[in-house]
Structure formats: C-alpha cells, structure tokens
C-alpha cells in the first residue's frame, strides 16, 4: 500500500515539475527580452524604437570567420570590428542621423585645457552583471596604452581622470579633431575586473574576454564554420534588442539571394543584377555609399614610378569610366584622383583628373626620354616594362589596365597572388604596381593621413610633399570645422598632383533584407568609418 | 611485345571514339586563330549577352566573345597535356629504367625519392610555388612534370626489372653491351606500351590539374584556359549564363579528359591478353 501511495505521489511531483517548467518556458517566451516593462524600455531606449520582436535574424557573410570576437582577438578589418561592436560599446555611437550617446549620457569640450568631459549613464551592467564606471572607462585608456588596439590610435590621449563614479575627463595631449569620431565612437570600454589581469590580449579568447555591455551575448562562434551566434542582452540599457538572436553564416554571394527566396538568411550581400529580382520577390534593397575604393598602388620609390610625370602618364593612359563600364558592368563610380568620394563630406571636385588621354600620356613618356620601338616604349635600349600585382578577385581589372597601358606602349606583367600575399609585398616594397582597396573613406578626414602618411600597406606612405604633408597634420589640430575643411580640400588637390596612388573607382554594394529590421547607411560610417550596414543601433527598430 | 597501336584504336569502338574527341579537340586548338569570331582577350562593354548571330555562345562578364575564349582555351589544355606527359614519361623513363638497370644504393635513392614525392598532394606544391615565382605556362609544365614522374618511375622499374633478365638482354650483356645500349636497344622498345599508358595518363592528368590550377588562380591572369573560364562563370551561376558559359567549357573539358581515358583504355586492351580474352569469349 505504502509502496503505491510512494509511487502515485512520484508521479504528481513529476507532473508537478514538469507544469512548472513548462508554465516557466512559455511565461519567459510570452515576456521575450527579459522582465523589463515595454514602457521602460522603450524610455530607456535611446537608439530607436521597438514595435515587435523577431526571434532570430540570420545574416549571411561570403567570408564566414572574421576571429573571435573578442577586442584583440577579431579579424584587424570592419566586418572582424562589426561582431565585436555588438557585445562591447563605446562612449558615443551613431544611427542613421549622427552621434548619439551610449555608454555616455553627455559629453564636452573643454579648449582652455583640451579635454573631453563625459558623463556616463547609471544604470549599466557588464554582461556578467557588476557595475560599469568611470573607472572602467580610464583603465580601458590605460589599458591600451600598453596593449595597442590597432584599429584605433589612441596615442593622442595623455590622460584620462575620474571625477567620481560615473564621470571622466579625457586629456588630450594636443588639439585633435577627429576625437569623437575616431576615439569616443571606436574604442570598445573594457571591463577592468576581467582586463586589469590580462597581460596577452590577443591571446585571451576565455568566456570572460567576451563579458561587454552591448546589446549581445555571444552563444557560439565556429571558426571552422565561420559562423557566430548572439543573444540578446536582455539587460541592455538602452532597451531589450528586437532581435532575440542574430545568427551569422557562411553563404558566398552569388548563393546568397536563392538562400533568401528560401528564408535560409534574412540579410546578405548580393550582386548588383540580383537586385530587381529580389525587389520583385518583396525584399528590400540598400545600396551604400561610396566609402570604399580600389586603388592603383604605385611604388614612388623606385625608378621610373618615383618621376610624378610618370605616374600622371600612367593616369592620362587608364579610361577609369571605361573600366568601370567593362569590368563592373556600370556598378561603380570611377575614382576621384584625391581619393575622397563624392558621397564623403570632405570631398573636393577641384583636383586634377587625368581624364583619358592616351596621347598625353605618350608625350609625357616622350619628355621623360623614352621612345617607341616596335609598339612599345624604350629607353636606352630597354623596354618600359612593369610588374602589377593583382588579387583572383581583381584579375578582370588587371586584365583590362593591361590592356590599356599595352595599348599606350607601356608592357606591363600581371602576377596574380592572394590578398594577404600582396598586402605583405606592398608592405615590403616588392611591387611597381598593384591592386588594392581599403574603406573608411566616408568616415572622418584623417582617412587621408592613414592612407598617405601611415607606414601600413594601405598607405602611399608619400611624405615627398612637404606642404601637403603639413596641411595634413594641421587639419587633423584644427577644429574650426570650416578651416578643416579648406585644408582637407588643399590635401586633395596637392595629393592629386603628386598622385602616389591612383583612385580607380568606387564600386556598388547592394544588400538585400526582408525589411523587419531597418537598416541605414551611417553618416561618416559605422564607428570610425566602416562602410556597412551592420550597425547595431538597426536590431533595436523594427518595422510592423 | 610488339603492337601497332593505331591499328589496335583503329579497331576498337571505345578507341575510335576517343581518337575522334581527340581529333576535335587538337583541330580547335590548331585552327583556333581561324575558328575564333573574336578576339579572346578583347574586353568590350557588351557583357552577359545571350548566344546570338554574333556571338555563337555570347560574351562573359568582360564582354568577351565565350565562343573565342573556348577555342583559344583548347590550346593551352592541349599543350599543357602534351608537354606535361611527353616530360613526366621522360623522367619517369629516365629514373625507373636507370634504377631497374644500376641497382644497389642508385636505385634505392631513386625510389625513396620517388617515395617522397608521391605523398605530397602535387596542387598544394604548385599553389605555394605560385606565391614565389611568376605564374605561367613553362613554369606550369616544369613543376607538374617535375611532380609526375614518381609513379610512372615505379612501373618502369618494376618492367626493367622483368625484361633485364630476359634471355635476349642477359646475351647481349654477355656480349659485352653496356647500360646504354641495352636501355636504347632492348628495354625502351620493349617498355613502349607502358610508356604510351604512361604518356595517357600523364596527358589527363594534366589537363585536369591545369583546369584545377587556373580554377584557384594560380596560373597567369592572361591565360586563356577553361579553367579560368569554370572559375570566372562560376561566379555568375544566379543568372542564366551558365548555359552558354559553364555548360560548354564544362563539357570541353570532359570530353577532353574522356579521349585520353578512351584512348589509354582500348590500348590497355591491346596490351593486356586477359583483357582481350575475356572480350572475345
């Protein structure tokens, strides 16, 4: 008897855990984004506003592993920086009108001591639940005086006080411009509970390297798969995100839009034809700005590329609008000689532009003392002959400058090789010409001192000039906006006389999405200029 | 063993059949300047276009005539086939019938050598290869055949073997023949029908690697290959060009592969007596 009152009693407390668990489950999935009443959120809200939740959002990525997204351990590119941003944050942020705060409520300037006052919001948590201060925010300044960040230059910080728990004054060592922009927007704040102890950041890659106080949690990263999965932060102070889960996967970019028609991804790049297809199938279509460019690197350096009539003929012989036309099909815009894109605020349309020319750009070699023999251009007996190094992806655009400067009289070898094999012998020198792009370049001015005067493979690493290298670092100390921008200007123009590098065009990126999060281009692009559309301020505003 | 092969494909269907791909395959290659509508190289801004009067399998993404490209691109497969097996059977000829000859601590060198070379995947080699020296065709052909030869060393020296002790070389030897003569006048006659299975086989494999090879990019950007032309097609698959673009060229290229196999399969017939009995019970 007692035995089946044992057993009968079993069973209730059975089914008594089970209801619980179960009323538990769905009252958490009736709440969805933590217990935070809709009303507050929405208050608390800052970057948008919330009308309906999505469970999860799939992003596609033809790349797949851009590293772990850790501050140190990322991939040194924006999409690596892209899957950081959503677990840490930064001082300021920006949505699709300008800056707006984040970890900081209010923030000035003070010119009588050239600093920056911020005061910080109070009710932040770090992801494993202690308090975000001041004193997190100055051992982060600390921290990566000694363990550089490379994506962002934080040398011009001299100093960083701490007022009281949630206020902080951040020195600067000299006038600096693009402080808010480059600094206050880019750098991710550190917990310094978890940091403080950590001596190899790009080897830390723990559970805790990845404690922030963003809008994500990260569930899983593959980096075999290249795949990443986030969860929504359900504590996060500027409201719960809309988006429970953000999944990103691997889908090459020709594969992308069958995965949409079959609501394998909601998001993904896709190739400019694709675009009135899925338009009709209901997707919607962003197109952004012009804020990346493939250059034509050339080797100043070196004989005959160091002679600036040489590189201006080299220019008078490429039709930019024509291989914009061949090789992009039309999907691109032909690059402006002082870099900059028409869609940048800082652009300047006065600068020389070397518009096809092929018998300028003969007469030019003829000055220099070359002659044609046999089609092509020789000088004391040797041929005119050159390397160009060129990615698979660029091959089509190597083929055809090829054809063009063949076409002038100058012979040119085309050698293919990978990305990072190229980047490694501009970064040495090992080139005369060769194919390579970088982004940012609708992001702050400072753009043109990263991409002429830093020592890194993107960079002319031209400092023949010594004018242009002055005005380019006065406007970085200036901050009357409109004197800054008359010295960016004149940077252009003198850059595109000397042209050390020339701007071949700025091609078109569509995206597509099935219109339930609202994306944007960023105005100057995300955080330091990123020119994509995964911002995170998008997955807090969702359309009904 | 004395055969006469083109009498042995002559009379073989699957032989005759392989001949004549063959036959279509080396006539685009020869006449490919006469046959191209175009010029393979020339980029226009008609890009994409379906298969018209003008351009018999449109253009690619660059505006170049596909038609064109395909007949150029036989040429490079069918050189590249030639010169890699004419090559990897010379070093394989050269190393495996020394070894079997020599013998001692030569032929051991040799077939550890040889040993060494058949567990590195040739691609992989030919890929980081590729990062320090200019991709191109003569660079191309010298490292496959560098990396071919193994394999083929090894069924020569397994031969020589067999046919050095053979009555007629064993006198000759008696007679005071050297290494030399005995290789010119009894081993190499005699190791014919390895050789042209060796020669085929080389030869598809070449054409596949080569493909393989352009595919990753690898090769000279100014190559016209069918490979290259499978790499860039693939990156246009969402639209309907494959048919006229990926189609094709992915048909050339098995057919290629396919007389090579045919060929090297009726003459393995011809060769092996088991084969040829069990197809005549």
Known sequence: MDWQIFLRKRKFAVFAVLFVITAGAAGL?????????????KKASNLSSVEETIPVYTISDPTGDWGYPSPYAHYRRGPGYIRMSLIFDTLVWKDEKGQIPALAEKWHYNPEENSYSFDLKKNVKWHDGKKFTAADVAFTFTYVKKHPYNMIDCSQVSKVEVIDEYRVKIYLSEKYAPFLNNIAEALPILPEHIWKEVTSPEEFIEPEAIVGTGPYKLLDYSREHGTYLYAANRDYYLGCPAVQELKFVKVSNEMAAPAMERGEVNFAQIPPEMQDQLAGSGFEIIKTRYDWALKLMINHRKDPLSAREFRHALAFAIDREAL??????????????????????????????????????AALLTTLGYHRENGFFTKNGKELALEMLITPEYERDGQFIKQQLEKTGIRVNLKSMEPKTLDAMINDWKFDLALSGNGSIGGDAEILNKVILDQTFISARYDANRELTDLLGEQLAELDPGEREVKVRRSQTLFARDLPFLTLYYPDWYYAHDGRVKFFNTPKGISYGIPLLLNKAAFTDIRG | MHINYWQEIKTNSLGRIGMALLVLVVGAALLAPVLAPF???AQTPDSLEPPSGLHLLGTNDVGQDILSRLLYGARISFVTAVAVAFAATALSLAAGAAAGLIGGHFEKLVMRLADALLVIPPMLVVIIAAAYIQPGMVHLVLLLSLLGWPAGARIIRAQTLVLKEKIHVRASRTFGAGPLFILKRHIIPDLGPVLTAIFIRGARRAVFMEAGLSFLGVTDPMTVSWGKMLYHSLKYVYLDVWQWWLLPVGMALSLTVMSFTLIGYSLEEAMDPRLRREKHA
């Open chain 2, 39 to 41: 010029d393979p190289f």
């Open chain 1, 29 to 41: 999935i009736a709440v969805g984004c933590g217990g935070e009443p809709e009303a507050d959120s």
């Open chain 1, 324 to 361: 914009v036309e061949n090789t992009r099909r039309g999907y691109a815009l032909a690059g402006s000689p002082g870099l900059l894109s028409p869609d940048s605020q800082w652009y300047n349309q006065d600068v020389a532009q070397y518009s096809y020319d092929p018998e300028k750009s």
